[in-house]
């Protein structure tokens, strides 16, 4: 009976044992892997490095980029307004689907596609399927099709009203353009055919950014809404509040499907835009923000000052719960400083000392800085979720 017992157990540890390592190697053990797109402000170079910052590959572009990342964690956009150009990198990690997991096989980046899609292509709307970018030079816009990256990068262009400077998004399958001389917003067919020009007038239209089924765009007077009812789009205006800032006014917006407003800058602050209760609240900060991005679960949003401080709000009190001193303070004459929120970690560029930092965001401290060289600007994360065996 005890040596029956006993084989029974020892059995049983093996059993479990073998299970343990069964489940570590083909269906546990997932972690993220990150790695960081760095663009030099005055050079035409764009480089990918590992979360510590060595350098896995570095590559000559048209012109000085702005970054993207792009849904699914392996392509980063690179727009290329100098050079009449817009550029797909590949990050290089490369994922294998096993269907309760996948295998994340890390590789060398490298650019997939460099594409002369019309003259100074500048803002990009990224949202799922499409990637929207907007010409400067004549007015058209790119439309990619997200769902073809890696397979098929060929655009189709829509042609709007002409030379300007433009602000794009996508409101299901409507194509809103508005611009900044112009001051109007037009809808468009994914197919290019005009639909309606909104009657509202958004003077200096910057900034643009959506929520649901509300599109944002930051006016000289005020925050312009336009709204998807049924098969019809609705506009209004929304004016700053009063005794704001003089010269204050939302340039740029960004918003996040778990929180009911959209947030832009707004002088030495932020500006929180209410669209189902149709009003606007100001946040004073330290100093004038220079980016802000919420992190990809929408728990906090994180702000970078022109002091060079990175501060974390509480998105539902809206109200600053901690910052710390990431990057040199804004530099008269020089570069000003990004960054990039993910899952977990943020990376902000230093152009002043040459420098990109790394901040973990769970204990909202810096956990290193790695020098880049040149004045490193704008910046994009790859971000992918896998085993490696």
Known sequence: MRKGWVGALLGLVLALALAEGQEDHGHGGEKLYTRVAVADAEKPVVAVYDEEGKELGRFTVPSPAALYSLPGGQYVLMVHRDGDAVGFLYGGLDLEDHGEHKDVKPKNPYVAATLRTGPKPTHAHVGEPWLAVFHDGDGTVALFDLRRLGLDLTPRLVATGGADHGAVVLLGETLLVGT??????????????????????????????????????GCADGVLLVEQRGRGLVGRKLPYPPGSPQGARVGVLASHPAHPFLVGNFGQG???????????????????????????DGKALYVLTADGRLHRLD???????????????????????????????????????????????????????????????????????????
């Open 180 to 217: 900044l001389e112009g001051g109007r917003v037009e809808a468009y067919t994914l197919g290019g055919t005009r639909v309606l020009a909104l009657p509202e007038a958004c003077p200096r239209l910057h900034g643009e950014a959506v929520l649901g089924e509300v599109a944002a765009f």
């Open 270 to 296: 932020l500006l929180f835009v209410f669209p189902k209760e149709g009003r606007l609240e100001a946040l004073p900060l330290p100093a004038r923000p220079l980016a802000f991005a919420f992190d990809p």
């Open 315 to 389: 998105p539902k009190e809206r109200r600053v719960v901690a910052s710390l001193e990431a990057v040199s303070p804004e530099a008269q004459g020089a570069s000003t400083a990004r960054m990039a929120v993910g899952h977990g970690v943020a990376f902000v560029t230093d152009p002043v000392r040459g420098e990109v930092v790394r901040v973990e965001l769970d204990r909202f401290q810096v956990s290193g800085r790695f020098s880049v060289g040149g004045k490193p600007r704008n910046i994009a994360l790859f971000q992918v979720e896998g085993v490696e065996h």
